[in-house]
């Protein structure tokens, strides 16, 4: 039911906001760890199969959608970086985090995603997971 009534600019998808310390997630100089995040990133799909999986409609008269192993789960593409613009303050951080939230998840891959957005005070860094009704259910 969950897939039926997703439209554009009505998502079905959840979404955690959270604000981390950015001192483990960046370098000295300020630039994310991306190789270290994609990394355990990686480690936690391999952990949790639904992650790794896709939705495939079955044929008229052949039962509801069924969940089936993707062919690749491209990490490049569930995890994201999207700054967040100067000052980095709270009303920005929102702003940004309504950016990522608002789009309808692409069913062609596994219905999550990860968003990071550096550029907040104190050098901390923010972060949006998403994931879809269907699969959080």
Same mark, same amino acid.
């Given at each position: 039911?969950?897939?039926?009534?997703?439209?554009?600019?009505?998502?079905?998808?959840?979404?955690?906001?959270?604000?981390?310390?950015?001192?483990?997630?960046?370098?000295?100089?300020?630039?994310?760890?991306?190789?270290?995040?994609? =990394?355990? !990133?990686?480690?936690?799909?391999?952990?949790?199969?639904? +992650?790794?999986? #896709?939705?495939? $409609?079955? &044929? *008229?008269?052949?039962?509801?959608?069924?969940?089936?192993?993707?062919?690749?789960?491209?990490?490049?593409?569930?995890?994201?970086?999207?700054?967040?613009?100067?000052?980095? =303050?709270? !009303?920005?951080?929102?702003?940004?985090?309504?950016?990522? +939230?608002?789009? #309808?998840?692409? $069913?062609? &891959? *596994?219905?999550?995603?990860?968003?990071?957005?550096?550029?907040?005070?104190?050098?901390?860094?923010?972060?949006?997971?998403?994931?879809?009704?269907?699969?959080?259910?």
């Amino acid at each position: 039911m969950n897939l039926v009534a997703e439209r554009p600019g009505t998502p079905w998808h959840i979404g955690l906001i959270g604000v981390l310390d950015g001192a483990p997630l960046t370098t000295k100089t300020g630039d994310l760890r991306l190789a270290g995040i994609r =990394d355990t !990133l990686a480690e936690a799909v391999l952990r949790a199969p639904r +992650l790794r999986q #896709v939705v495939r $409609r079955t &044929r *008229p008269g052949q039962g509801r959608p069924v969940w089936v192993e993707a062919a690749e789960v491209d990490l490049d593409r569930h995890l994201r970086v999207a700054p967040v613009p100067a000052p980095g =303050d709270e !009303l920005t951080f929102l702003h940004r985090c309504e950016e990522v +939230l608002v789009p #309808v998840m692409d $069913r062609a &891959r *596994p219905l999550w995603d990860l968003t990071l957005l550096p550029g907040l005070a104190d050098g901390q860094v923010g972060v949006v997971l998403r994931l879809h009704h269907a699969l959080a259910d």
